[in-house]
């Protein structure tokens, strides 16, 4: 393996993969990714958000971010809206079923992510969020 186990990128990828992969197998059948997910929590916590900050706080760029909109208002999850102050814009919500979905889908990932910070222990969970936190933010 060289040099790869002591690179941060590397073993981010891993870990990343190892988490994927758990998600994946948590949610079945529900043709969902964690991206998706991702989108549906922001949008429930944040009715009526424009795409473009969803595609910020994601970290997804507005192309790669289109068909995941569009695949999550294909399964009746989500609607796009004109946004009322701005025409040109659109406005995110949630569908009734959308909503139901995110809370059926909170009772899979909180145990995925128990199962996760279980490798860790609730010490190294805390530590590896705080400086994933750090890393990703620029700041130490």
Not at 16 to 42: C, K, M, N, T, W
Not at 72 to 94: C, F, I, V, Y
Request: net charge positive.
């Amino acid at each position: 393996m060289g040099v790869l186990p002591e690179l941060m990128g590397y073993m981010l990828r891993q870990a990343q993969l190892l988490v994927y992969q758990d998600f994946h197998h948590a949610v079945g059948d529900l043709s969902i990714r964690p991206p998706q997910f991702s989108i549906l929590e922001l949008v429930n916590r944040n009715p009526g958000v424009r795409p473009s900050d969803v595609s910020a706080a994601i970290g997804v760029s507005r192309a790669n971010l289109v068909p995941l909109l569009s695949e999550l208002e294909t399964l009746g999850w989500l609607s796009r809206k004109g946004d009322k102050t701005d025409g040109r814009a659109q406005a995110l919500h949630l569908t009734k079923q959308g909503a139901a979905q995110l809370e059926r889908l909170h009772k899979i990932v909180l145990p995925h992510e128990e199962r996760l910070a279980q490798r860790l222990g609730p010490v190294g969970r805390d530590i590896l969020l705080k400086l994933l936190r750090a890393l990703a933010s620029g700041t130490s």
